[in-house]
T-cell receptor, first 111, second 119 residues
Framework: EDKVVQSPLSLVVHEGDTVTLNCSYEVTNFRSLLWYKQEKKAPTFLFMLTSSGIEKKSGRLSSILDKKELSSILNITATQTGDSAIYLCGSASNSGYALNFGKGTSLLVTP | GAVVSQHPSWVICKSGTSVKIECRSLDFQATTMFWYRQFPKQSLMLMATSNEGSKATYEQGVEKDKFLINHASLTLSTLTVTSAHPEDSSFYIC???????????????FGPGTRLTVL
């Protein structure tokens, strides 16, 4: 059975800190891994990763996939209170359309 | 681009009534849409995959007669919660796959969600 595990489940940091969120996966016929940010409503897309070792960046956020370790990390530098959210990691396989999500990491950035 | 809307955003209904939730892709065609359910402080749970013009594929444990899904066009999928009960109260989110061509593109765009409360 496909599985996505995120860690930590919850994290509290001070504004300006750098955080690293982890996602490991066990997916039959892996195709890609996606990161989403969820605030009060529905998730918003951050990154899609298909190739190992290639970093994707968007402002202070970056992510990279390690297919050998079956994992991915999401980095946020110089965190701001607006980064407070649940960060979801989801995997896609060639076996079907749907994404398989982890439980998420709840990040709280305090002033 | 790739905007997905849901309607209504919030609904309160009495036990035993049916509620319809619409999911629309506003600026792209989506042959496949997904319906998720999310309980407080929990992750998204996939309920079903909705394919335009064909029957939805339900995940194990999801009652297809209770959660009716219709995907009549490339931009609209509906989820009807029939004979709703308080335990059906949840946050329902749809997503649509941005169609950039096959094979799969993976990037799913989510609607804003519908908060259902059944009294």
């Amino acid at each position: 059975e496909d599985k996505v595990v995120q860690s930590p489940l919850s994290l509290v940091v001070h504004e300006g800190d750098t955080v690293t969120l982890n996602c490991s996966y066990e997916v039959t016929n892996f195709r890609s891994l996606l990161w989403y940010k969820q605030e009060k409503k529905a998730p918003t897309f951050l990154f899609m990763l298909t190739s190992s070792g290639i970093e994707k960046k968007s402002g202070r956020l970056s992510s990279i996939l390690d297919k050998k370790e079956l994992s991915s990390i999401l980095n946020i530098t110089a965190t701001q209170t607006g980064d407070s959210a649940i960060y979801l990691c989801g995997s896609a396989s060639n076996s079907g359309y749907a994404l398989n999500f982890g439980k998420g990491t709840s990040l709280l950035v305090t002033p | 681009g790739a905007v997905v809307s849901q309607h209504p955003s919030w609904v309160i209904c009495k036990s035993g009534t049916s509620v319809k939730i619409e999911c629309r892709s506003l600026d792209f065609q989506a042959t496949t849409m997904f319906w998720y359910r999310q309980f407080p402080k929990q992750s998204l749970m996939l309920m079903a995959t909705s394919n335009e013009g064909s029957k939805a594929t339900y995940e194990q444990g999801v009652e297809k007669d209770k959660f009716l899904i219709n995907h009549a066009s490339l931009t609209l999928s509906t989820l009807t919660v029939t004979s709703a009960h308080p335990e059906d109260s949840s946050f329902y989110i749809c997503s649509a796959e941005s169609f950039h061509g096959r094979p799969y593109t993976d990037t799913q765009y989510f609607g804003p969600g519908t908060r259902l409360t059944v009294l």
